[in-house]
């Protein structure tokens, strides 16, 4: 942690501190995204986690973040939350001396309604129309680092988040033995009905679903030593009948003890996102795949504590070799991949394990979801996936068409200043699954071909689900564009039937990825209708 020392601030000396952007996060969650500049995050109401990398945090108003260069950040359970994102450079005016930036990552800060009043100063100089005031945002923005680094707390106060955290470690140490709400109450000193309510509000899940987690994700890797017992697996986690145990395990999971047991019996590797949806669908975890914060963030929050080993999914599969290293040091029975891979990158693969190639552009998702259930043995499972599949369809596509009548639809991805309409084979699929009908004039922009905002308010569409690409430079596109008089005369925008949707899943595909694209559609379109 960061102490206020006079020394600690030498380094400043030779650096230069740049202001680049400020703006006020109101939706309440921030997806996953790269940062190629410094960033500090701060709080303005509200309450959520923010995820840096790997590491989470639970966000307040008393603490600011500073995330490096290189790092990926996102805010998650972050309902009707508000917080200040601000983007600056650092430089140092020698070249032989390195950038040693004092304030970086979570520091405790005193609370003070300056802080707020600063970041919101700064917002509105760095947009205004005067180019004075807009020349006012980088003194602003340097006295902002100077309050930081004048109000850090030494010692962070001792409050009820504390006592939450000793409490939660104790589950964490002590899963195997019973416990009750009024003994953990004793040890946060509180009431049992303020516990409850403080745990869940902290954490955003009870203590007793959170000591279930905990149960559960040891059971599963107890489960992954051979010859288990149910029976003895049960025992080991805390519960003495094997039956109730089982039911919770399912409840928790999805599946039984049993199946997730035959699912474990082959280290199966989904070497690519695609080949982990289709293996989902399946019922089938893989013992390794791409698990990332923001290349794959579904997959992540979800499955992180069920698949052993986490590949990199850094985007483009830049970094394979590392991948390939780490399953150099794993015993896998097979590896399933897509066709794009480098020829080096495959042949090291052969060299680890049998490899099955799956083509990702020469078949649909169908064909590659069959294929796939060839390899692991799982053909009846994807006969009923997808009768249970068509099912959904039909029923979404039945309320689509009673709920939008002759509405048209348009889904589209914004990257950098461009608009791309139905840019990947999901997307596509999933609007002619579902019947829906583009406005007039739409098909000239196929193949991928970009259209300006003029073009797209052009074709006054009904509804608009928008895909922004979580990025640097598209995001800033993005601040310019939703501010302009044009874009706030859209159709869409001023009947609030504009949806902004995720890159997971609409710019996978894979038959996971299809089931939750219907579902989006469904929860966008019919739920949300105003």
């Known amino acids: ?33 790269f940062i190629s500049s410094y960033c500090m995050v701060v709080v303005k109401q509200g309450e ?25 950040v996102g805010l998650c359970d972050g309902q009707k939350s508000e917080m200040y994102f601000i983007a600056f450079d650092i430089q140092n005016d020698t070249s032989d001396v390195g950038v040693n930036f004092p304030l970086v990552g979570e520091l405790p800060v005193h609370i003070e309604s300056a802080l707020t009043q600063l970041c919101e100063q700064l917002c509105l100089s760095s947009r205004s129309e005067s180019a004075l005031e807009r020349f006012r945002a980088q003194p602003l923005f ?32 002590h899963f195997r033995e019973g416990m009750t709400i009024e003994q953990l109450a004793r040890m946060a000193e509180i009431s049992p009905k303020y516990y409850v309510s403080l745990f869940k509000k902290t954490y955003g899940k009870t203590a007793i679903d959170y ?66 949806g289709q293996l989902l669908a399946l019922k089938i975890m893989p013992y390794a795949a791409p698990l990332h914060p923001k290349w794959s ?38 590896i399933i991949t897509t066709d794009q891979l480098a020829t080096k990158e ?27 259930a060839q390899i692991v043995g799982a053909l009846d499972e994807a006969v009923v996936w997808m009768e249970g599949y068509n099912r959904q369809v039909k029923l979404v596509r039945e309320r689509l068409h009673e709920v939008l009548q002759n509405d048209n639809v348009l889904i589209a991805s ?54 922004i690409r979580q990025e640097s430079e598209t995001l800033q596109h ?12 859209l159709k869409v925008v001023r009947r609030n039937r504009l949806h902004l949707i995720s890159s997971d899943p609409w710019r996978e595909y894979s038959a996971y990825a299809m089931e939750r694209m219907v579902e989006d559609l469904r929860e966008h379109l019919c739920d949300n209708r105003t």
């Open 1 to 33: 942690m960061f102490t206020k020392d006079e020394d600690t601030f030498l380094c400043l000396d030779h650096t230069w501190l740049k202001f680049r952007t400020a703006q006020l996060i109101q939706e309440g969650e921030l997806a996953q995204q």
């Open 48 to 72: 959520g986690h923010l995820r840096i990398d790997l590491q989470t945090y639970r966000m307040q108003p008393d603490t600011v973040h500073v995330v490096v260069p290189g790092q990926t």
């Open 142 to 173: 340097l006295e902002l680092i100077y309050w930081v680094m004048t109000h850090i707390r030494q010692d962070p106060k001792s409050d009820s988040r504390a006592a939450m955290d000793r409490t939660k470690s104790y589950i964490e140490a």
């Open 211 to 276: 000591l279930t987690e905990v149960r559960v994700n040891m059971a599963k890797q107890l489960m992954l030593q051979t010859d288990v017992r149910l029976k003895d697996v049960a025992y080991q986690v805390g519960y003495n009948d094997e039956f109730y145990f089982s039911r919770m395990f399912k409840k928790e999971v999805g599946v039984s003890p049993t199946v997730y047991l035959k699912n474990r019996r082959q280290r199966i590797v989904a070497y690519s996102s695609t080949v982990l």
């Open 297 to 334: 963030s579904y997959y992540y929050n979800k499955y992180r504590t069920d698949i052993p080993l986490h590949l990199s999914g850094y985007r483009f599969n830049e970094d394979w070799e590392t991948n390939v290293e780490a399953l150099e040091h794993s015993q896998v029975d097979f």
């Open 346 to 372: 495959k042949e090291r693969l052969s060299q680890i394990a049998p490899v099955h190639i799956v083509p990702l552009y020469d078949k649909s998702w169908q064909e590659q979801l069959h294929a796939t």
């Open 414 to 467: 914004l990257l950098g200043d461009s608009f791309f309409l139905y840019p990947t084979r999901g997307m596509r699929d999933v609007f002619r699954d579902m019947g829906l009908q583009s406005p007039s004039g739409a098909e000239q922009y196929a193949n991928n071909r970009s259209l300006t905002l003029e073009e797209l308010a052009h074709l006054d569409a009904d509804h608009l689900l928008l895909n």
């Open 478 to 489: 993005w601040e310019r564009i939703k501010t302009s008089a044009l874009w706030q005369d």
